[in-house]
């Protein structure tokens, strides 16, 4: 619920993995530093709210979204907490620019590959965890594993119906296992 408040707030996701250099990162390209900043923020929950998207959003809706996006579940808050947090009691009609910050940006491609790239990590810890955890504690039911996995078998296949932005792009799980 917190990325999602996130990205329908400022347009973009919460945690980026720029590595600051000119590798191309930002316009689509592949750098492997970049792709390791990512999946560093994700697992500590490293995110920010920069001043330049976040300058005109109430300190009330910032302050939920960073008790939404605590990485420990026990330390998040609850549902119940949500619906009662006072910024979901106000009742502000300001009118957001997150849309068309989003087709400006074309935000909804990078959005795509941002959940893509956050489904690999969940698999790649799991992965992890398969070597530490009996396979009785391991992965939560549903998941396949990351070479079987039924979301990752439909951008596939839809990429390569539409020759689209993802059949350019290398498939994560084999960088992985690269």
Not at 97 to 112: G, M, Q
Not at 131 to 139: F, K, T
Request: include cysteine; aromatic fraction near 6%.
């Amino acid at each position: 619920l917190g990325v999602m408040m996130y990205i329908l707030l400022c347009g973009y996701p919460p945690f980026s993995g720029s590595c600051g250099g000119q590798c191309g990162w930002a316009e689509g390209g592949e750098c492997n530093f970049c792709q390791l900043n990512l999946f560093y923020n994700i697992q500590k929950g490293k995110f920010q709210f920069p001043k330049k998207d976040w300058g005109k959003i109430s300190n009330q809706a910032k302050d939920l979204i960073a008790k939404l996006l605590v990485k420990t579940a026990k330390n998040r808050i609850s549902a119940g907490d949500v619906l009662e947090h006072p910024w979901l009691q106000n009742r502000n009609d300001r009118q957001l620019d997150t849309p068309a910050r989003i087709r400006e940006n074309n935000s909804a491609a990078e959005l795509s590959l941002f959940a893509e790239s956050a489904a690999a990590v969940n698999r790649v810890v799991l992965q992890h965890m398969s070597l530490i955890l009996p396979d009785d504690r391991l992965s939560p039911p549903g998941l396949s594993p990351p070479a079987e996995s039924n979301l990752l078998q439909r951008r596939r296949s839809s990429a390569k119906q539409n020759e689209g932005p993802l059949a350019s792009q290398p498939v994560l799980i084999q960088q992985i296992k690269s």
